[in-house]
């Protein structure tokens, strides 16, 4: 699958996307990560404070396109 990503928004959904199909759950994932499940929430929910609109307008003014492609591994 491949997948542009614009904004927090499209990140979040290709981070849950993955997981779902992966069969992960928030849980499981926050702790193999060792972050806290809401921090994964917020990320999955675009909201994410680490990632904000200003770093894809800076992509954006660039010209830099970031695309992202899920295998099956």
Same mark, same amino acid.
């Given at each position: 699958?491949?997948?542009?990503?614009?904004?927090?928004?499209?990140?979040?959904?290709?981070?849950?996307?993955?997981? =779902?199909?992966?069969?992960?759950?928030?849980?499981? &994932?926050?702790? $193999? *990560?060792?972050?806290?499940?809401?921090?994964?929430?917020?990320?999955?929910?675009?909201?994410?404070?680490?990632?904000? =609109?200003?770093?894809?307008?800076?992509?954006?003014? &660039?010209?830099? $396109? *970031?695309?992202?492609?899920?295998?099956?591994?």
């Amino acid at each position: 699958m491949q997948a542009v990503i614009a904004s927090p928004a499209d990140l979040g959904r290709l981070v849950r996307y993955t997981r =779902d199909s992966h069969g992960i759950t928030q849980r499981e &994932l926050a702790a $193999r *990560l060792d972050v806290s499940q809401r921090w994964l929430s917020e990320l999955e929910s675009g909201k994410g404070k680490q990632i904000n =609109d200003r770093y894809f307008a800076v992509l954006a003014a &660039l010209g830099i $396109r *970031l695309t992202a492609t899920v295998t099956d591994d």
